[in-house]
């Protein structure tokens, strides 16, 4: 099987790319707006979040109820979402439905009725995912630990809180679609079985006179202490620990991918025998590689009981620090046929090529075919990586906590240090 792809950039700025996969029988497609939860004004945060609820009731000429019947009369598996990044929207359908499809999505982004009658309902919805956050202390975690690693915009929860929620207006979220909903920096990935001139055709009809406008800079603020604890009193202690990385543009992401998967892809990983089933200290444990445009870097959690989280922060950093004396060959081999299985599944789903090659030209200006991918894998080896590791050891850890006590940082590792 062979696909082939291909990408056009407007004259408004608006990116298309496509990759064309002949033997399915679906298509699918992403939109990745410049609107993510970074544009938020300091004192308005989760207002794109809210305003991806909005565009959603009703748009172009249908009301909020004909909207969601097009879309299921059509057959469209769908999901929206906001991320540091972009606002995002996406669907999978039959090939032949594509075309339709896109059409009521342009109107969402382009022609939203944005109902004030809703506006209440809008923010229930947010209400409701705030209070689901509530309930989820190791997501709570982890949002608090990219606050540590990143400078803030970038390391802040899409949601908001509910009291900045509760101060939004429905003028807050006209003015803010009109800020950021644009074609300069949107990037629309389609992948499946589809025409590229015809797909090229339909999107310059439907998005070609789209007026561009200016994506917001970002002012940058601190990062948060090496340590921080959230008090909470429970039987449980949630663990976030995080280390500089390299973002997925930069040269050596593949070597880092592979030794931070030797770390956590699979039962057979370093964190989970050793953390997990040697010692038996957590019921969850893992580490993976996050990025962000022009940053990177590792993000490990565990949940554990409170009378053993001390020793499950401190072996787990011993484990970090461990893997840089290097890696084996059976560890790389077990990550090396894991990943392809996860290419080969790419290969069936249009709705995961169209998220990889609409992330790819966000981070690379460029999409990587599965083949390239592949040969990266193969390309992989204890040598290179452990070269890697060698330069670039785990070290300056920051941690973040979540229960009914705070925990002694790990020798060697200041909790006084800003």
């Not at 792809?5 to 790319?17: A, C, D, K």
């Not at 797909?199 to 202490?225: H, M, N, R, T």
């Not at 193969?378 to 006590?405: A, M, Q, W």
Request: aromatic share 8%; hydrophobic share 35%.
């Amino acid at each position: 099987m062979s696909s082939k792809i291909r990408s056009h950039v407007l004259s408004n700025g608006l990116t298309l790319v496509a990759e064309q996969m002949p033997w399915l029988q679906s298509a699918a497609f992403s939109v990745l707006l410049p609107a993510g939860s970074s544009y938020d004004p300091q004192n308005k945060r989760g207002l794109g979040n809210l305003l991806c609820d909005m565009v959603q009731r009703g748009c172009g000429d249908r009301d909020s109820r004909q909207y969601v019947e097009d879309l299921d009369n059509l057959g469209v598996a769908r999901g929206s979402g906001i991320t540091n990044a972009h606002t995002s929207f996406g669907g999978a359908v039959l090939a032949d439905n594509l075309f339709p499809t896109l059409s009521i999505f342009a109107d969402v982004v382009r022609n939203p009725h944005l109902p004030e009658a809703q506006f209440e309902e809008g923010q229930m919805v947010c209400y409701q995912e705030l209070r689901a956050l509530e309930d989820d202390l190791g997501q709570q975690t982890m949002i608090g630990l990219r606050r540590q690693m990143y400078p803030d915009p970038y390391g802040r929860a899409a949601l908001g809180n509910m009291e900045s929620v509760a101060a939004l207006t429905p003028q807050d979220a006209q003015q803010h679609f009109e800020k950021l909903y644009q074609p300069s920096g949107t990037i629309l990935s389609v992948a499946g079985n589809i025409d590229w001139d015809q797909l090229l055709e339909q999107v310059e009809s439907l998005f070609g006179d789209w007026k561009a406008g200016q994506v917001p800079q970002v002012e940058l603020g601190e990062k948060l202490s090496i340590y921080e604890h959230t008090q909470f009193d429970s039987q449980q202690t949630h663990l976030g620990i995080g280390f500089p990385g390299v973002p997925y543009s930069h040269p050596d992401y593949f070597r880092q991918r592979g030794a931070i998967g030797v770390m956590s892809d699979g039962m057979a990983s370093r964190l989970f025998s050793e953390v997990r089933e040697k010692r038996g200290l957590c019921y969850t444990v893992y580490a993976s590689c996050h990025t962000l445009l022009d940053q990177g870097s590792v993000l490990c959690y565990s949940g554990t009981s409170a009378d053993r989280a001390q020793e499950t922060l401190d072996v787990m950093i011993e484990q970090l620090q461990l893997l840089a004396e290097g890696i084996h060959e059976p560890e790389l081999k077990r990550l090396k046929t894991r990943i392809k299985s996860a290419l080969v599944m790419q290969q069936e789903s249009s709705s995961s090529r169209a998220s990889s090659i609409a992330a790819d030209w966000y981070y690379l200006n460029r999409v990587r075919t599965l083949d390239e991918v592949n040969d990266i894998i193969d390309g992989l080896s204890c040598e290179g990586i452990n070269e890697y590791l060698k330069e670039n050891p785990p070290s300056n850890f920051r941690v973040t906590t979540t229960g009914s006590k705070k925990l002694e940082m790990p020798v060697g590792i200041s909790a006084d240090n800003a």
